[in-house]
Structure formats: C-alpha cells, structure tokens
C-alpha cells in the first residue's frame, strides 16, 4: 500500500466534486488523452508539449513526474490524502478502482479514479508536525514516502482517526538524507505557520478558552458580548450585538465548539432555533474541528441566517483583528508578522 497526495485545485475549488462523486481526478486543462495508452513517459512528454508550447521543458518534466503516477502506479487499496482548502482539515480516501479516461471530459476531468473516503475532514491538528509538512508540498500529485507516514496513517485508522500521540503531534519535521533540495524547499511555509499557530491556541485555548477567543474577536470588531459561564449554555455561547450599547444590528447567536470531531448538520440546527429563541438575527457557529460534507452542501438553504467558522476562517478573522484584541489575549497568543518572497510557478 503506498499514499498518495493528490490536491482538489490550487484553490481547492474541486473540492466538493472529489468528494460528493468519491473520485480523485487530474486537472490539467485540455489534457484529453487517454493515459493508458501512452507506453512510455516520453510519450507524455509529447503530449503535454503539443497541448502547452508555451511552457519551458523543465516545467513538463514537473508535470509528467506528477500525471504519470495517477495512471500507471497508484493502485487498488493505496491511500489518498487530500488536504482541504474550504477548512484546515484532511481528507482521507482509499483507491477501489483503476484509472479511468473519460474521453468527453468535461474539461479539465478527463482522468480519474473511484475511491472510498475513510476519513472525512480530519483536523489537521490530529497529524503530526512532520506529516503537515510533507502533506504541504506544493504538488498537485505525488507519492508521500518520508515520515513514516503509510504505518502512522494506518494506525490512525485503526483508532477512528484520533489525533496521534502528543510525541508524535509535537515533533518537528525531519529531513532524511534521501531528500533533494527541492523537496526540502518545496513546502508551503505559510500553512506550516497557520498550523503551528494552531496548536498554539489548541494547547492555550482548551475547551471553554475557546469561546473566550471568539469572544475577544467579536469584540475586536465591535460588538458587545455576552458570554455564558462555562456548562450548560442553552443552545448558544456567546450574544452579540452592534451600536454602543449592543443594542443595535446586527445581533448575532454564537456556538463555539471545541471538541476534535466534525460538527454534523442537527447541531447547526440548533443553533438556528437559538437564532428565533434570543431574538437574533444571525447565527455564527465556530468549529475548530471544522464541519462533515453534509453540512457544506446543505449551507446554501441557510446563507442568510448563519455563517460558519472552521479553523480557516477563525484563523483570518484572528489576523485581521489582531492589533485590537485586549492585551490580555495578545499575551496569551503572541504573534508577530513577517514577511516571505511569495512561491512563484515557472511559467
């Protein structure tokens, strides 16, 4: 059994197709031929030169060590790891069947391949720094080797997908000898940042802090609050209101959940009869674990009484308001910005 990490859209605006259809797919534009057929990785080469003149030699190189793969190695039971863009989460599949070419597309989905999702958008917290770090390669299609990762996969599958051992979670990224120097470089320093982040306010933030987070958010944007003591909360954790006094509009119903697992559609449910009970207008659910597919595809019905919030988004509004949060908090979370050279693809 290998792994495989095979990415939705450099904007994982695939997302939701990959995983309502239970297939991964290639999506290179106009890339209409049949893979199967081709015997040799020259004869690739080929192929992708004729479709795109324009581009340099090396960067075809690139692309066929990535397309190749998916038609001629990846096989029945190997692991596939999707990391999500729509929340800071892991989705995890199993190939059930061989390559398939879909001759009248649409384009870009040509190519594809079924497979079963054992793991539905697992909190990347759960994995271990190493993991992240080999899961954030900028390839769209490749073989995950280093880390140990096919046997450290297996067990969490085993487990239900729990978060690996504290160890394991906390250890830094290893470099073997084996690796190039475009492995070692060819990671997305900006989610390696969010993650670490993120385990920051994990370990500083437990179960009700949380709430207290979102609260301090809200409150950098201007709201007035009001948060529930720790327990039984009625259905909502946080009231928040605009104007002066909170008086004013919009006034907000806020859930926050702490909790390591997906939050599932009854709990966004409940949130919205809390919505009617206070007197609401909008419902705000925080998920730090993110939210199941039902939930995403069912949002739609509910756009304009309730936004939700995975780590993703928490994460954005945590930046975006981050000079004014009480001091307290910034003490508690201390972040400093800096600046990167943004990764740049050959053209």
């Known amino acids: 059994m290998a792994v ?7 904007h994982g605006e695939y997302e939701m197709k990959f995983i309502q259809e239970s297939r991964v797919y290639v999506t290179w534009d106009n890339l209409d031929v049949n893979l199967a057929n081709l015997a040799e990785r020259s004869d690739l080469t080929k192929a992708l030169t004729q479709r795109y003149p324009d581009t340099k030699p090396k960067t075809i190189m690139n692309w066929v060590s990535q397309i190749w793969p998916f038609a001629h190695e990846i096989a029945k039971s190997d692991l596939v790891v999707l990391p999500l863009k729509s929340q800071r989460a892991i989705q995890i599949g199993e190939v059930t069947g061989d390559y398939r ?8 989905f040509f190519h594809w391949r079924p497979v079963k999702w054992i793991g539905e958008a697992v909190p990347r917290a759960h994995f271990g720094k190493d993991l992240l770090s080999t899961f954030g390669a900028f390839m769209t299609i490749c073989r995950v080797q280093r880390n140990n990762a096919e046997a450290r996969l297996t067990a969490m599958r085993a487990s239900g997908w729990k978060p690996e051992s504290m160890a394991a979670v906390t250890k830094p990224p290893v470099v073997s000898r084996d690796a190039t120097v475009s492995e070692m470089e060819d990671t997305d320093l900006e989610e390696a940042a969010r993650d670490q982040i993120a385990r920051l306010i994990t370990a500083r933030f437990k179960g009700h802090g949380l709430t207290r987070l979102v609260e301090g958010i809200l409150k950098a944007q201007g709201y007035i609050t009001y ?3 720790e327990g039984a909360d009625s259905g909502v954790d946080i009231l928040a209101g605009a104007g002066p006094l909170g008086f004013g509009t919009p006034r907000l119903c806020v859930e926050v959940k702490s909790e390591s697992s997906p939050i599932d559609r009854p709990a966004v449910d409940k949130l919205l009869g809390a ?13 730090w674990s993110g939210f199941k597919t039902n939930v995403q595809r069912q949002l739609a019905v509910s756009f304009f009484r309730v936004r939700l919030w995975a780590q993703k988004e928490l994460l954005e ?20 910005r800096i600046w990167t050279v943004a990764a740049q693809e050959d053209e």
Do not use: C, M
């Open 317 to 336: 509004a945590l930046f975006a308001h981050y000079d004014q949060l009480d001091e307290d908090l910034k003490a508690e979370l201390p972040l400093k």
């Open 227 to 229: 948060r529930s003591a």
């Open 101 to 108: 070419f879909e001759p009248e597309g649409p384009n870009p």
């Open 4 to 10: 495989w990490l095979i990415r939705a859209g450099s």
């Open 275 to 287: 919505v009617t009970k206070f007197g609401a207008q909008e419902g705000l659910f925080v998920s």
